[in-house]
């Protein structure tokens, strides 16, 4: 088997050749301006060591995968009360639908849709201003990377403000169940934040190491989550971490991952590695076409899918 960084090298070329590379995100005004040739990729495997290629250190909008570390603080918070209000099942629609949240009563299917995320925030968001809970999201992001420069994008948070009238309507729509419990402007403003925190694939690759060790922190030795918790969570990022593109992601590439508009993916191989790629062309369902190219290649040559070589 050729060394990881030969792999890693030899797929950031195969990407910078391809001419279909999917579409930026136009619905947020300030991802539209990324460049759509940018690609990153980042890996690290179970005993430290680093691959990188292409614009692995350019800083990214995070978007959705943010959505991994709010669950993970939620859960550490209320433990399995949160599954009262949000479910755990793949979605078989868009991101951001309003039909399934009405049809289901306000309960979000599972965290990483948009209602599902709206409301693990408001959860961490109980008992603390704003600004708290947004502190707390980042300095558990920058302790998981061992990176204390990780910071928010602020242009991309107030350009989803400006722009996010769809979650608005689905945060209200959860309030009037009783799935929200703080003010909705309160919740969203925590919601956009968050996903508008920037890292480069090497500091997300660092952030998800604690699912590729059973909730250890590999620098430190600390427990991040329990086992099981790891375990549950990597289940629930195969399942549900692509939208309605998660069986094709699924059936590809063979690992849990989150994927984010932003072009971003986190994907865990357990006990073998964490890896983020970055592409910001998006395919139909609002993942990265070339991210997820270059981890169904990766997990080929390295033989990592959970699934089997």
Not at 136 to 142: T, V
Not at 181 to 202: Q, S
Request: charged share 20%; aromatic share 8%.
């Amino acid at each position: 088997m050729p060394s990881l960084d030969v792999v890693v090298k030899e797929i950031a070329d195969e990407m910078r050749r391809r001419t279909e590379r999917g579409e930026v995100a136009s619905y947020i005004p300030e991802l539209a301006r990324v460049d759509p040739a940018a690609f990153g990729i980042a890996v690290i495997d179970a005993t430290g060591n680093i691959a990188v290629a292409g614009d692995s250190e350019t800083p990214f909008s995070i978007q959705s995968i943010s959505k991994v570390f709010t669950l993970t603080l939620a859960l550490g918070k209320v433990g399995d009360r949160l599954w009262r209000r949000v479910g755990r099942e793949p979605s078989g629609s868009s991101f951001n639908s309003i039909v399934q949240l009405e049809r289901e009563c306000g309960i979000p299917r599972n965290p990483f849709i948009n209602a599902g995320a709206i409301a693990v925030t408001d959860l961490i968001l109980s008992g603390h201003q704003p600004r708290e809970a947004l502190g707390e999201i980042l300095r558990f992001m920058q302790f998981l990377a061992d990176d204390p420069t990780i910071t928010i994008d602020k242009a991309v948070a107030a350009s989803e403000q400006r722009t996010g009238f769809r979650n608005a309507a689905l945060a209200n729509y959860m309030k009037s169940y009783g799935v929200i419990e703080n003010p909705v402007e309160f919740t969203l403003g925590v919601y956009f934040h968050h996903c508008a925190i920037a890292m480069t694939c090497r500091q997300l690759a660092m952030a998800g190491r604690f699912l590729v060790h059973a909730g250890l922190n590999p620098s430190t030795g600390a427990r991040v989550v329990s086992s099981e918790r790891a375990r549950r969570i990597n289940a629930i990022m195969l399942t549900c971490g692509h939208y309605d593109g998660s069986g094709e992601f699924a059936y590809r590439v063979g690992l849990p991952g989150k994927s984010g508009v932003g072009g971003g993916i986190l994907a865990i191989a357990p006990e073998r590695a964490s890896i983020a790629v970055w592409s910001p062309g998006l395919d139909a369902a609002g993942n990265s076409h070339l991210g997820r190219a270059a981890l169904e290649a990766l997990t080929k040559r390295m033989g990592w899918s959970i699934f089997g070589a």
